[in-house]
């Protein structure tokens, strides 16, 4: 059985860091088309950063140049370290994989159909 387990979440001031790690178990680890997503309240669930199926790694704009994903092969874990955070990162994080679900949603030319459970990142002004 899949399981993508998140942690690092918490809460920091504005400015501050958190590295979120996402564990994968179930299934034979492949750190492409992996990616993290957000889902503020009231908003709609975004790619924040992701592993495309070439291995070029992707992220959404306002991230850019201040996350980094990066992969633990041997270790089966995905990470997203957040440097320079602000009030309106704070959301809901998730990890997520393609593993050729049928009902998926596409973002960075995979379809992602298996998530974690998140991790709750609060940033404060």
């Known amino acids: 059985q899949v399981h993508l387990v998140e942690s690092g979440g918490g809460s920091v001031q504005a400015g501050g860091s958190l590295r979120l790690s996402c564990a994968a178990s179930?299934?034979?680890?492949?750190?492409?088309?992996m990616a993290w997503f957000r889902q503020a309240p009231g908003k709609e669930r975004e790619g924040v950063a992701g592993?495309?199926?070439?291995?070029?790694?992707r992220y959404a704009d306002s991230v850019k140049g201040r996350f980094t994903i990066s992969e633990d092969n041997d270790k089966n874990t995905l990470y997203l370290q957040m440097n320079s955070l602000k009030p309106e990162d704070t959301a809901m994080y998730y990890c997520?994989?393609?593993?050729?679900?049928?009902?998926?949603?596409?973002?960075?030319?995979?379809?992602?159909?298996?998530w974690g459970q998140g991790t709750q990142v609060t940033v404060s002004s």
């Open positions: 997520a994989a393609d593993l050729g679900s049928p009902r998926s949603y596409r973002w960075i030319g995979c379809g992602f159909g298996y």
């Open positions: 179930g299934y034979t680890y492949s750190s492409k088309c």
């Open positions: 592993i495309a199926q070439d291995g070029s790694t």
